[in-house]
């Protein structure tokens, strides 16, 4: 919650344009009324215009200050047709094929998104993360300079000992199966990127294992010991200023005094406020149990490397959850090209200079 609030503050001070493509969802209408009462921006929602004001009628909820948009009736719908069958052109499609991708929401406010339409996109609480995802990639695409996208779980803790004040970064827990060492390293570095620009404070990074500076070999292991130099390498050349060290029990991440027992080289100044999975299995399983078994608030995941920034968050969220994630979004959007320089400059079908 303190977290959350400290974001609303951002983000009522400017105000972004958040699409949540899922208008027919309770808990989607639900977190874009508060969006708009927050005062954080303009929200706008997607679907069949007469089944959302149903929904809205029935959960007895104001449309007041929502955008309630149904991709058929738009004005844009030729423009973002053309556009995406300039961007799959090379891959065969049709001009049936494009116009009824356009039709579906998260494919309109994907394109709506590249195109500068709205500042930032929340989805997933009604699909899977590869409908979510798909649209993303075809559209949007990778920002500069940047190979890797991965799924940042943010989560607050109950109690403030661990992390930043409670706050933890988990990746990646959505995107990449198994990271290679280059995944990883990338996944490492543009984690540690949100978390500085979401906290303001210097991002404190672990790699984890099920070993502690080589208590056991094994071949992911060593995956993780090169990835954590790697991340080392390009914090450096970005000019990041972050602690970064691996490979890490989890123990010996969360908890520095019990982590210089089993390293007294340990390079983490304090509990680690980001850490990084080995695999998806563990990312996305650790997110999950902390949330449920530890309550922890979750927020996301939140795409990392999009030339946009965008959020999936888990079917069934509630409004709570949709809301967060739609604050990450927005205060991401403020500030995105200095989490991506050059991000944002190109728009769909066109080559960026």
């Known amino acids: 919650m303190r977290f959350i609030a400290s974001l609303i503050e951002k983000l009522q001070r400017h105000p972004k344009r958040i699409v949540f493509p899922e208008g027919t969802e309770p808990s989607v209408l639900q977190a874009a009324r508060q969006f708009y009462a927050l005062r954080l ?3 706008i929602v997607l679907g069949n215009r007469a089944r959302i004001q149903q929904v809205a009628l029935e959960h007895q909820l104001s449309l007041d200050g929502i955008r309630v948009l149904d991709p058929a009736e738009s004005d844009d719908l030729e423009n973002f047709v053309v556009r995406y069958n300039r961007l799959r052109r090379a891959q065969g499609l049709q001009d049936a094929e494009a116009r009824e991708a356009m039709l579906q929401p998260n494919y309109f406010a994907a394109m709506m998104l590249a195109m500068h339409h709205a500042d930032g996109l929340v989805s997933g609480a ?5 409908s979510v995802l798909r649209p993303l990639f ?3 695409g990778h920002a500069p300079g940047t190979k890797t996208v991965a799924g ?5 803790l109950e109690n403030p000992r661990f992390g930043e004040e409670g706050v933890l970064f988990l990746a990646d827990c959505a995107v990449i199966p198994e990271p290679t060492v280059e995944e990883l390293a990338e996944i490492a570095v543009s984690t540690a990127r949100l978390g500085r620009h979401l906290l303001g404070t210097r991002p404190r990074v672990a790699l984890l294992s ?7 070999q094994h071949e992911s292991v060593g995956r993780v010991q090169a990835a954590t130099a790697l991340a080392r390498q390009k914090a450096r050349e970005q000019q990041l200023e972050a602690a970064i060290d691996g490979e890490l029990q989890v123990d010996a991440a969360l908890m520095p005094e019990l982590g210089r027992r089993k390293c007294p080289d340990l390079a983490l100044p304090g509990p680690a406020n980001v ?18 078994v530890a309550r922890a608030e979750l927020y996301g995941p939140v795409l990392l490397g999009l030339d946009r920034p965008a959020a999936n968050v888990p079917r069934g969220s509630t409004a709570w959850d949709i809301l967060g994630a739609a604050a990450i979004v927005g205060v991401q959007a403020i500030h995105y090209q200095v989490l991506y320089p050059g991000a944002g400059a190109s728009l769909p079908g066109e080559t960026r200079s």
């Open 275 to 292: 850490l990084i999975f080995p695999e998806l299995n563990s990312g996305h399983i650790a997110a999950r149990l902390l949330h449920h």
């Open 152 to 156: 940042c779980a943010v989560l607050e």
């Open 126 to 130: 009604a699909h899977t993360i590869a």
């Open 41 to 43: 921006g303009a929200p």
């Open 138 to 140: 075809q559209i949007v």
């Open 210 to 216: 099920f070993s502690t500076k080589g208590s056991a």
